[in-house]
């Protein structure tokens, strides 16, 4: 099953720096991406929206006024699948990502995010071939530097993933990213006054369709490991209310929320138009 789920989009406001926390969304799980890879010419629709789960802490740097939620971030974009070749897939897409902080900012002017992805399917390669999947997302159209206090989109991340079905366990997938260092930052300040860059780190997940209640009803679980605002652990549910319409319900909790924001909670609808 393909997962397109979105990355929530906000900023992170410190004394007027801001930086895009979400992502473009090319197929995921429920916060990073996965292995799977539309098919050819499947044009599929995410309509995603992230919701704060409680009024914001006043040690936050997100800008929001304290003890009040930050608005709800709304993502729509499609992704299509552009390769005829079986063992070789490949998708691209972009989405219009608002809300949040950004509103407040001035983002939302910068509201366009692409991605792309190239991979090739479990077994295709040799006999129990894992899936491989290369690809780049959250390439907004605001550059910046946020270490020293500008507006930015611009997080350009690229990743790879490899993943492995076994039986009974589920799916299991691993691999590493890194992006714009400029833009994707903690709350730490380094020896000359700029914040400390955390572009890189391990991506993680296990899914698995419930077969034995319903093929229907599938669960994933995930992590994006770092202190800036992608760093994130998340979790959740997807039922498939027809063979081309699914919705995933799901929580994010994120790893640093002076940078992030409060934890939230995501409803992502998923169409194919094939």
């Given at each position: 099953?393909?997962r ?11 004394c007027?720096?801001?930086a895009?926390?979400?992502?473009a969304?090319?197929s995921?799980?429920i ?6 890879v539309?098919?050819y ?21 997100t800008?929001a ?9 709304y993502v ?9 070749f079986?063992k ?22 910068y ?17 129990l071939s894992?899936?491989?999947a290369v690809g ?12 020293k206090?500008e ?9 790879g993933?490899?993943a ?14 890194a992006g714009?260092?400029?833009v ?13 860059s ?18 229907k ?5 995930d992590?994006q ?9 998340n ?9 081309n ?10 790893s ?12 992502q609808?998923?169409?194919?138009f094939?």
């Open positions: 099953m393909i397109a789920s979105c990355i929530a989009l906000a900023a992170f406001a410190i007027g720096i801001a895009t926390i979400a992502s969304t090319p995921t799980q916060w990073i991406p996965s292995t799977d539309q098919p010419k499947t044009f599929h629709l995410n309509l995603d929206t992230y919701v704060r789960t409680t009024k914001e802490d006043p040690a936050n740097l800008g006024v304290s003890n009040q939620n930050l608005p709800p971030v729509i974009g499609p992704t299509v699948g552009v390769s005829p079986e070789v897939q490949a998708e691209v897409g972009f989405d219009l990502i608002y809300g949040g902080v950004n509103t407040n900012l001035g983002l939302d002017k509201p366009l995010y692409f991605h792309a992805k190239v991979g090739t399917p479990e077994g295709s390669l040799f006999k894992p899936a491989i780049g997302y959250n390439f907004g159209t605001k550059s910046g530097d946020a270490r206090g507006l930015a989109t611009n997080q350009n991340i690229f990743y993933l490899v492995k079905t076994i039986p009974v366990v589920g799916r299991l997938s691993a691999g590493y990213f714009n260092k400029k994707l930052v903690k709350d730490t300040l380094d020896a000359g006054g700029n914040f400390e955390d572009e890189k780190g391990v991506l993680l997940s296990w899914d698995r369709t419930l077969a034995e209640i319903s093929d009803i599938w669960v994933g679980v992590y490991g770092s202190e800036s605002a992608v760093g994130a652990f979790f959740g549910v997807s039922y498939a209310f027809a063979k319409v699914s919705v995933i319900l799901g929580y994010d909790v994120y640093n929320r002076k940078v992030a924001g409060e934890n939230t909670v995501t409803l609808v998923d169409i194919n094939p």
